[in-house]
């Protein structure tokens, strides 16, 4: 979705899109016939665009529906290679500009080619709003005593619920969409699309793996014992993409996020030619180099410096702004 990142330390249900947006087709779906879903987006009334993303082709709309408040995503849907010949056999042209040899052209496919991925949150609360509306971001570096005495405190003192993943975890939501489970309860995960892969196309493969144990938060928790299933999910999330997508491991970028967008560990498996959001060095940290790290030191995620980066209006922004640890930029 183009997040730079997604996290909401407000409220993790609400910091986690693939729960809380609602596509169109998920709406039909869950409304019987889906009749009156049909004509919701034209009682949207638009209030202001978020954050509109020409590179990402996408777009985030803040309005209303009925009186709530509501946010509206659009995106642009991949071309898909299975879709070349009719695309361009059955689309019209219009010639906007000619010289010589190059040519411009304004292509309107057919209406079944030209799918826009729609995803509704409402009601929206202004921690939405905030979430998906472009903001100053700044670079921070938490040092262990920053972890122990601003970070840990204020994720305890916060009500983050994860019970949509617990949901995953026990199949009580989200079944159909599992690609691969391991149910050891110390090694194992629940491998699954994340919400801003279509699964159509390989080139923007997303998929997450969410271990089955529920006392480790993040990063800053894995040691010498989580080994076997850090290594157990590397191993099974490739072998599973691979029998699945027939996408190898070299053609995978897999990572953990730091600050992680909700506070269960899990783990991102992209295609290496997927620019994902949260996948640059100030967010992502490769899984084989945290094996490594933790085999080498036990407690080393425990005693490093983590970088990463808070949006401005973040209430962990305010944390280490009111310990001085975030000075003016």
């Known amino acids: 979705m183009g997040d730079s990142i997604e996290k909401s330390q ?3 249900e609400e910091s986690c899109p693939r729960k809380k947006q609602k596509t169109a087709s998920d709406t039909n779906k869950n409304s019987g016939d889906g009749s009156a879903d049909q004509s919701i987006l034209s009682k949207f009334q638009i209030k202001k665009v978020l954050r509109d993303s020409t590179r990402e082709k996408n777009i985030f709309i803040h309005g209303e529906i009925d009186d709530q408040e509501a946010i509206v995503i659009l995106e642009k849907t991949p071309i898909g290679q299975d879709t ?19 040519s411009n052209y304004l292509l309107i496919p057919p209406a079944h080619l030209n799918d826009i991925k729609t995803s509704l949150i409402c009601p929206a609360t202004q ?3 905030k979430k998906y509306q472009v903001q100053e971001t700044f670079l921070v570096e938490e040092t262990e005593e920053d972890y122990r005495s601003i970070t840990l405190p204020y994720i305890q ?12 975890l026990e199949k009580k939501a989200e079944v159909e969409r599992i690609v691969f489970e391991d149910p050891d309860p110390k090694t194992g995960f629940v491998l699954l699309p994340d919400f801003k892969w279509d699964t159509k196309q390989l080139d923007d493969l997303y998929l997450i793996a969410i271990v089955r144990q529920k006392d480790i938060k993040s990063l800053r928790d894995l040691r010498s014992e989580h080994i076997p299933l850090l290594e157990n999910i590397l191993k099974k999330g490739q072998e599973a993409i691979l029998q699945r997508y027939s996408v190898p491991a070299c053609k995978l970028r ?11 560990l899990h783990v ?4 290496l030619s997927h620019d994902a959001p949260g996948s640059g060095v100030e967010r992502a ?5 945290v094996i490594l790290n933790v085999k080498a030191n036990p407690t080393y995620y425990q005693h490093r410096p983590l970088t990463f980066t808070l949006r401005a209006d973040d209430n962990l922004a305010s944390k ?3 310990a001085g640890k975030l000075p003016d930029c």
Not at 84 to 102: G, R, T
Not at 157 to 168: A, D, G, K, P
Not at 268 to 271: E, I, Q, Y
């Open 268 to 271: 991102h498996f992209t295609s």
């Open 320 to 322: 280490f702004r009111e």
């Open 285 to 289: 940290h490769l899984l084989s180099d």
């Open 157 to 168: 003192s916060q009500s983050f619920s994860v019970q949509w993943v617990y949901n995953i």
């Open 84 to 102: 070349l010949v009719e695309l361009l056999k059955d689309s019209s042209l219009q010639l906007k500009m000619k010289n010589d040899i190059y």
């Open 254 to 264: 897999i990572y953990l996020h730091y600050q992680p967008s909700y506070y269960h």
């Open 127 to 129: 921690k939405h709003v």
């Open 10 to 12: 407000e409220n993790q």
